[in-house]
């Protein structure tokens, strides 16, 4: 009997000491980070601004981070207005090319935008959010500034849904599983803009005027953003107020001389900025106000920027005499796709003289460089048999088409690693994301709606002096005049959309610029359909489309 | 029909009882003893020994010896029954001595059924359970048990995903889908214990039996993580007996069944040409012109081999079973370097320690070997869209770097086949128990049940310069380390007792289960050199290191009670409490409890003159199961953003999961009526179940506006149903001394459909779910064929088209296509599936023919889509009859651009009949057997997958994916002998 009773002593012990402990069952989380875990000290929120900066940055990526080299994130902005359109075509560009029936709630540019953006915003409320809570490490200084930079992107990121979409849904918490909704509604944009004013306002109080660090926000982007929010709500004099502001920063000064990696060799003042080695302000870059982080080979590095990508035309695709004369190279500023070109109203906007439509800023012509794809016959212009090093020039005269790869490009994202690696998809260089010269645009609208037309000439002379062309008189100035200084000065940087529909003239200057599109835009086509799964998600209350779609 | 009066039968028993019992007591005691054996004359063990009529019984021991008491008089017949035997009634002559012989019987063999904690003589189960076809685990080319199971079996539906050496890529379902997003895997319990592997990691050679668990109370013992159903798995044990040495094996071939028709060479030329004019680059143009067409799909295709080569020993003595195996698969599939090889060993031995305590333990190694990449099915460089206008050599027969000159996105799909990899798991699955007799309380034992799961996998994959992945990389590595461990710890104390008609057992038990998972991997790029691959990357210039960890703990408490009368009337009661730590605070632990009742209506006396039907039971049940989800979905948990600094990596994060404090148990309950049944001599046996399942408070991931950031949260939701019927049938069409055919049939049908979501009657069509519909169900623009010349085509519902557009069906009729004209395309729930198996035997030839099919499905086919050629016709695509002027047909709209821009989808039937196997088997008996001394010898040939009828147009209308490693068809010759 003995063993027995050992038998029952040990099988109860065995019972005993594997059921007796109530904290079993508790999740071992050591490989989860979560927000509580996170946003406990000042380190923790740095690194929530981290991640609102990287989302950033996917302005210029893929619309999926799973697919980050295809479908650029800004495209809407940038296409389908009078000076750029969808080149060699995808699915993608079509919509922005033919519009029609391809403009539909369903188009996943539209799902994707929209998510990322209100993913960005949620980011920003969970860190204004939890900066309330106290006990953190920081001084009240820090925390302003940790406040201001996350107040500032969620109004950037609402800046876009305005004008893209008009009136949107605003949040300003962040967002919990214990409080979800199917009854969003839409904020009219009046509101909006109220709530982005704030952001700004105070981003425009704590952030220094001159950061640290190059990835930081500094105080001229808030006051640039207020000065443009103003022009959209009319309150003109706020915005020439705004706009001053940073144009008399003595910290924030146009670039006019060479400077920098490519110094010794020609360029222009115009094009140095948007070098590799340049682009940032400790690199020179005197009127960088936002500069995008890029580093090859390092961990957060590679943010799969696509702006080469899409801006650079398929060169390599250029056909002379049966052949491919030209093939992909460093010189050549690297391997694009040419998704997105100017129209022939953008390249034909320059004058003679003007740095920013010289062949340092657009690539007009290339040199015979691919000894397997030297065309037969003679070169017209030596009268000799072709051979390597023969300049191609490029056709700027006829109307954009489709396809299209004797057409120029933009040489403001060119970048390409040393050979062999100069054919990789990606780009690695830091890039220009805002500048001053943006600002001096946003100060000649406002004088001009003022009626300061000389102010408004002034402004833009600024930068057309910088440029070497012809100073504009006070009597040129038209908006007109100004959205083609804008194109002038920032083809490919600004959100062109933007701009047009701020000034009320997109659908006028699409129709007469864009050769693709002209015939296919209609009324409907100024603000987008609000994305079908946003409309699907809304379960409990209907929300309601914009008018036509 | 007086015979039927249970009441009067039952008194008359009474009355002829106490008639009897006086003489009993005047009789004299005697003892019978004897040895039971087989034909073979091996000891046959626990063999029921009973006086027919009487309560007098005793069982044989290992020897096959037995000793019987009993009052003996004239006219007693001894009964001696024993699982897997025919039974046989002798009456004792006048001796004290009876030696008998028992001849095996396999269908008899099937009688036996593993429930979980336990086995039950299947007239006892009171569940609706049902095992596999022994046919379908012998000689047949299985790389793994799911193979086997597929068509086999009502109720279970197992769908291949896609082709490969490996044979893995299947999904099983049993009684329809019931979660929407919770675990779909059924659980899978080896020997006893929950096993989390891969089904790859079990060779089926080693599997004695399968049995699968469907309704309420049999998955009733398995609670928490039973509701998708439980597949019980034993694998072969010893026999006790002289050592049997038994060789298996077989060698065969493979070749792709069937590929897609896709357009090749100039069909491909004139389509691009028509489609995009301009976009013909020069090489293609050049291609073209020389009439040089690469046919992707052939180069990366190959005539496959398989072999398979398995050593078993069984044996043991009085006191100790053993059996032993080892084997080694080896499969070079059709895909060009995709190769299987499998090396396990099992060792499975019960020892009984004392007469009151028994070790045993089953115990399997395996080593899996997947080196090698095979090259691009599906995506950017599959090879079933790879433009066939480019070149895979270059002059020097090496692979080209960029096969499109113009377009260097393209990699050569090929490529993979040069990457460096190495592939290996070791896994260890072990379960060992204690089982102790208390003598003290007749009929009451405890087992210490235990299982550790240990598996380590090991990838690491290079890509040389001479790659285009590799060469935009400098060289490119991938590592992963994981390692599995799980372990679980069973205490089961189990009692069964008769006390005259009654009998009762009763199991209880307490369980603790830990599944845990780790991590690390690595990334690394720009490498100076393709020399050291995986050992280079220490020099490399980017290296990224990533780990994770998931784990998971289950606590159960589990109660069992079976109740018998007289072997007519049974129940069995279960209730089962788990705790699971995926679970928020406060609803960690759920109650799933179950009921079933049995009847054997042929054992009712008013049935002793039926002679027609020999067996006939009715089973009911119901109860409630659970479902798990993986571990953390309660957490709000951050994602990874990471941005630099200068040259300094800044750790960024944000949030992209809500977190959801009220997680709890996904419930299932089911009401199951049963019956059992076999009749004209058991020529024909089967059985028949009706179900209606309802599960509720699933686990969903549901998605939500994105306007909260964050577009999905993991949330109980909602009520689902599954309603079906199930028929399994096993005839004996015909049988004569020399020729029988039998045939084993299944039928399942099964109605799935949302009944609540948010318990206001709306539908979720962000979610895609509706009321009343199924759960998967496709929604969209419905194709409604194609705007003709005749057709007023600037103005219709979707807005200025041309002649040739598809059409949208307008559905809602207000003459305008939008969001509101989406509805349910296709019918992706099959009207029922079937599996037939039909065996011929005639002396010792025997032919097997093994069908099975899916009726009353249509599908969108994803391939009848002109879109994903691309801008520039950059793919190819499937032969299509295209409209034109000329051909007005509304088969397929015109070869132009943006033909349908709202995608509606084309549907296509996706039923299938496929032949699955035809084998035929020459067992050797007799002279040839005593001359070599054998004791079996077998020889088959074997051909799989050699017919499907379909009226699909993709590769196969039961792969989920359409651009995957096709379907192989094999044959093979193979060998069994035994010593």
Redesign the interface.
């Known amino acids: 009997?003995k063993i027995?009773s050992k038998?029952i002593l040990a099988?109860a012990f065995?019972?005993v000491a594997?059921?007796c402990k109530k904290t079993?069952?508790?999740?071992?989380?050591?490989?989860?980070?979560?927000?509580?875990l996170?946003f406990q000290t000042k380190a923790g929120f740095e690194?929530?601004?981290?991640?609102?900066?990287?989302?950033v940055?996917r302005y210029r990526s893929g619309n999926t981070i799973g697919d980050p080299i295809n479908n650029i994130m800004n495209i809407q902005a940038v296409i389908g207005v009078d000076n750029a359109y969808g080149n060699?075509?995808?699915?993608q560009?079509?919509v922005f090319n033919?519009w029609?029936?391809?403009n539909?709630?369903?188009f996943s540019q539209y799902?994707r935008v929209?998510?990322w953006l209100?993913?960005?915003?949620?980011?920003a409320?969970?860190i204004v959010d939890r900066s309330a809570k106290g006990g953190i490490d920081w001084t009240d200084a820090d925390k302003n500034r940790i406040v201001a930079e996350a107040r500032c992107i969620r109004a950037w990121c609402y800046r876009h849904l305005v004008y893209l979409w008009g009136d949107v849904?605003l949040?300003l918490t962040?967002?919990?599983?214990?409080n979800?909704?199917?009854d969003?509604q839409r904020t009219p944009k009046a509101e909006v803009r109220k709530a982005m004013e704030d952001d700004w306002i105070f981003a425009a109080q704590y952030l220094p005027d001159v950061a640290t660090?190059?990835?930081r926000l500094i105080k001229g982007i808030p006051q640039h953003f207020l000065a443009e929010l103003y022009l959209a709500t009319g309150d003109y004099a706020k915005a020439k107020v705004e706009a001053t502001k940073v144009t008399t920063n003595p910290a924030y000064k146009i670039v006019t001389a060479r400077y920098g990696v490519n110094k010794a060799f020609p360029g222009t003042p115009f094009t140095d900025m948007f070098l590799d080695g340049n682009s940032k302000r400790s690199q020179g870059n005197t009127e960088a106000l936002w500069v995008i982080?890029?580093?090859l080979?390092?961990?957060?590095?590679e943010?799969n920027t696509i702006m080469r990508r899409y801006w650079q035309n398929r060169y390599?695709?250029l056909?002379v005499g049966?052949?491919?004369p030209i093939s992909?190279s460093a010189e050549n500023g690297g391997?694009g796709?040419g998704r997105l070109s100017p129209t022939r109203f953008a390249l034909n906007l320059y004058a003679a003289n003007d740095d920013r439509g010289s062949s340092f800023a657009f690539r007009l012509f290339y040199l015979i460089n691919n000894a397997n794809g030297i065309p037969s016959g003679t070169n017209p212009r030596t009268n000799a048999p072709y051979k390597l090093g023969d300049t191609i020039f490029l056709n700027t005269t006829s109307n954009e088409t489709l396809?299209q790869a004797n057409w120029p490009s933009v040489r403001k994202w060119d970048y390409a690693q040393p050979a062999?690696?100069d054919?990789?998809?990606r780009e690695y260089n830091d890039q220009v994301f805002l500048r001053l010269a943006e600002t001096y645009l946003v100060l000649a609208e406002a004088n001009f709606r003022l009626g300061d037309l000389q102010g408004a000439a002034d402004a833009i002379n600024v930068l057309r002096i910088r440029a070497k062309a012809t100073p504009a008189t006070a009597a040129q100035i038209t908006i007109d005049y100004i959205l083609d200084e804008r194109s002038r000065e920032l083809f490919s940087e600004e959100d062109r959309r933007y701009a047009l529909l701020r000034t009320g003239k997109w659908l006028e200057r699409t129709r007469l610029y864009n050769k693709t599109a002209s015939t296919k835009i209609v009324d409907r086509d100024t603000l987008f359909p609000i994305?079908?799964?946003?409309?699907?998600?809304?379960?409990?209350k209907p929300m309601t489309q914009n008018p036509g779609? | 029909m007086p015979n039927c009066n249970p009441s009067k039968k039952t008194l008359k028993a009474i009355l002829c009882w106490l008639f009897l019992l006086p003489l009993y007591v005047f009789a004299q005691p005697t003892a019978i003893t004897g040895k039971v054996t087989d034909l073979e004359g091996n000891p046959v063990q626990s063999v029921s020994v009973t006086v027919k009529g009487t309560t007098a019984g005793t069982t044989t021991n290992a020897e096959g010896i037995f000793k019987l008491s009993y009052t003996k008089k004239t006219g007693d017949i001894l009964v001696f029954s024993y699982i897997g035997f025919t039974t046989r009634e002798i009456v004792p002559g006048t001796g004290n001595t009876l030696n008998v012989r028992l001849e095996r019987n396999e269908q008899l063999a099937n009688d036996v059924v593993v429930v979980g904690y336990g086995t039950q003589r299947r007239k006892d189960v009171t569940g609706s359970v049902v095992s596999l076809d022994k046919k379908r685990l012998e000689n047949m080319p299985n790389s793994n048990f799911m193979q086997a199971l597929q068509g086999a079996v009502p109720g279970v539906s197992i769908s291949t995903n896609g082709g490969g050496a490996e044979g893995n890529s299947v999904s099983i379902q049993i009684r329809g889908q019931k979660s929407i997003n919770g675990n779909k895997d059924v659980l899978i319990i080896l020997d006893g214990i929950p096993y989390n592997g891969s089904i790859s990691d079990i060779n089926p050679t080693d599997i004695a039996t399968v049995d699968v668990l469907k309704d309420a109370s049999a998955l009733a013992i398995y609670g928490a993580k039973s509701a998708n159903g439980v597949i019980l798995i034993t694998t072969k044990k010893g026999s006790g007996g002289k050592a049997v040495i038994s060789y298996d094996g077989y060698y065969g071939t493979q070749k792709y069944a069937h590929l897609p028709p896709v357009l090749m060479g100039d069909d491909f030329y004139n389509f691009k040409v028509t489609r995009?004019p301009?976009?013909v680059?020069?090489s293609e143009k050049a291609l073209y012109n020389a009439k040089t067409y690469t046919n992707w799909l052939d180069l990366a295709t190959r005539t496959g081999q398989s072999a398979q080569h398995t050593i078993g020993v069984r044996g043991g003595s009085s006191n100790v079973k053993y059996f032993a195996s080892l084997s080694y698969l080896d499969t070079k599939g059709i895909a060009l370097n995709d190769r299987f090889k499998r090396m396990s060993s099992r060792v499975n031995i019960e020892i009984n320690l004392t007469n009151w305590l028994t070790y045993g333990t089953n115990t399997q190694l395996s080593y899996n070997n997947r080196d090698g990449v095979a090259p691009t099915f599906s995506g950017d460089y599959g090879v079933y869209t790879f433009n066939p206008l480019t070149t895979p050599y270059d002059s020097a027969g090496k692979l080209t770097i960029y096969p499109w000159p113009?377009d260097?996105?393209f990699e050569n799909p090929l490529a993979a086949t040069l990457a460096a990899n190495r592939d290996n798991t070791y896994k260890i699955f072990t379960t060992n128990y204690l089982q102790?007799k208390?003598p003290?309380v007749k009929g009451l034992s405890?087992r210490?049940n235990t299982g550790i799961e240990y598996q380590g996998r090991d990838i690491a994959t290079y890509y040389g310069r001479n790659t285009r992945t590799g060469?935009?990389a400098?060289g490119r590595l991938t590592q992963s380390n994981s390692v599995t461990k799980n372990y679980t710890?069973e205490?089961i104390l189990q009692f069964d007792r008769s006390f005259g008609k009654h009998s009762v057992g009763f199991t209880g038990l307490?369980s603790?289960q830990e599944d845990?998972a780790t991590s690390n991997s690595l990334t690394a790029?720009?490498f100076p050199n393709d020399i050291l691959t995986f050992y280079g990357a220490n020099v490399a210039?980017?290296v990224?290191p990533s780990?994770?960890?998931?784990?998971q703990?289950t606590?159960s408490q589990m109660a069992r009670i079976n109740y018998n009368y007289d072997s007519r009337y049974l129940l069995t009661v279960t209730g089962r409490n788990d705790?699971?730590?995926?679970f928020a605070q406060e609803h960690?632990w759920a109650f799933f409890p179950s009921v079933a009742f049995g009847w054997n209506i042929s054992n009712e006396k008013f049935f002793d003159n039926v002679k027609a039907i020999n067996n006939l039971k009715l089973r009911v049940s119901y109860g409630s199961n659970g479902n798990i989800l993986t571990?953390?979905q309660?957490?709000?948990?951050?994602s990874t953003?990471?941005?630099?600094?200068?040259?300094?990596?800044?750790?960024?994060?944000?949030?992209?999961s809500?977190?959801?404090?009220?997680l709890k148990w996904e419930t299932t309950t089911t009401t199951n009526i049963g019956l059992d049944f076999s009749a004209l001599k058991n020529r024909i046996s089967g059985t028949v179940d009706y179900y209606d399942q309802t599960t509720h408070d699933l686990l969903l991931d549901r998605?939500?506006?994105?306007?909260?950031?964050?577009?999905s949260?993991t949330?109980n939701i909602g009520k689902t149903g599954n309603k079906g019927f199930e028929l399994g049938l096993t005839t004996v069409n015909f049988q004569t001394k020399n020729f029988t055919w039998t045939t084993n049939a299944n039928l399942t049908i099964n109605r799935n459909r949302i009944i609540d979501l948010?318990g206001?009657g709306?539908n979720?069509?962000?979610n895609q779910w509706f009321l009343g519909k199924p759960i998967d169900v496709r929604f969209g623009y419905a194709y409604d064929g194609v705007w003709q010349l005749k057709d007023d085509t600037a103005h219709t519902p979707?807005?200025?088209?041309r002649p040739g557009y598809a059409k949208v069906k307008d559905i809602n009729g207000d003459g305008i296509i939008?969001?509101f004209d989406r509805t349910i395309i296709g019918n992706i729930q099959p009207d029922f599936t079937w599996g037939l198996g039909n065996t011929f035997k005639y002396q010792n030839l025997s032919l097997y023919v093994f069908a099975y099919g899916v009726q009353g499905r249509h599908e969108v086919n994803t391939q009848l889509s002109d879109?994903n050629v691309?801008?520039?016709v950059r793919y190819t695509t499937l032969v299509k009859n295209w409209w034109t002027p000329t051909n007005p047909t509304n088969d397929f709209y015109a070869n132009v651009?943006?033909a349908n821009?709202?995608g509606a989808g084309i549907v296509e039937s996706s039923s299938f009949v496929r032949i699955r196997d035809i084998s035929l088997t020459y067992e050797f008996k007799g002279r040839v057997l005593d001359k070599t001394g054998l004791s079996r010898l077998n020889v088959y040939v074997q051909t799989r997958n050699p017919f499907t009828i379909t009226k699909w147009s993709g590769l196969d209308p039961e792969f989920s994916s359409q651009t995957t490693v096709p379907l192989q068809r094999e044959f093979l010759v193979g060998l069994n002998v035994s010593l």
């Open positions: 009997m027995y038998i099988i065995i019972v594997s059921g079993r069952l508790n999740e071992d989380v050591s490989g989860v980070l979560t927000a509580d996170l690194n929530a601004l981290n991640g609102l900066y990287a989302e940055r060699w075509r995808d699915p560009t079509d033919l029609g029936t391809l539909l709630p369903g799902t929209f998510a209100y993913e960005t915003i949620n980011a409320n969970t849904p949040t962040e967002s919990r599983g214990d979800i909704k199917t969003w660090s190059d990835a982080q890029n580093e080979l390092v961990v957060g590095g943010g390599y695709s056909a049966g052949k491919n992909v391997r796709i396809s062999p690696l054919i990789v998809d994305p079908q799964d946003v409309i699907d998600a809304n379960r409990t779609y | 995009e301009n976009s680059t020069f113009e260097t996105f102790v208390f003290f405890y210490l060469l935009l400098g710890i205490n307490y603790y845990a790029v720009s210039l980017l990224t780990a994770s960890l998931q784990k703990t606590i705790g699971n730590s995926a960690k571990p953390y309660t957490l709000a948990r951050l953003r990471t941005y630099i600094d200068g040259t300094i990596t800044a750790a960024g994060y944000v949030p992209t809500f977190s959801n404090p009220f998605s939500v506006s994105s306007v909260q950031g964050i577009t949260i949330q948010y206001d709306t979720d069509t962000a979707q807005g200025v088209v939008n969001g879109n691309n801008s520039g651009l943006n821009p709202k």
